[in-house]
């Protein structure tokens, strides 16, 4: 069973820019598409970006050409570069298979102050 351990969030101002890293037990990373997903206060969780084993990615509107995702199969690493942050970017950021086969990491906190 995957296990996923989410970083890199913090409290940021509007415009600031956050990167988000992704950890993985074994080869869940390297071998299936993955996806960062979040959730919103009072919302369902949604994905936002996801990246397939081409290597193409696609990104949910609220999000393109702010986000970037990639992954690092050295580091066996899922990243999200996020630019221009705005406050409604404020949610809990998770990863996981695209699907979200396996089992919620505690995701990582992002804030975003106006």
């Known amino acids: 069973q995957a296990q996923f351990v989410e970083s890199g969030g913090g409290l940021v101002q509007a415009g600031g820019s956050l990167r988000l890293s992704c950890a993985s037990s074994g080869s869940t990373l390297r071998f299936n598409p993955m996806a960062w997903y979040r959730q919103a206060p009072g919302k369902q969780r949604e994905s936002i970006a996801r990246f397939y084993l081409s290597g193409n990615t696609e990104y949910a509107p609220s999000v393109k050409g702010r986000f970037t995702i990639s992954r690092d199969n050295t580091k066996n690493t899922l990243s999200l570069q996020m630019n221009n942050l705005k406050p409604e970017d404020t949610a809990v950021y998770y990863c996981?298979?695209?699907?979200?086969?396996?089992?919620w990491g505690r995701g990582t906190q992002v804030t975003v102050s106006s």
């Open positions: 996981n298979t695209e699907g979200a086969a396996f089992k």
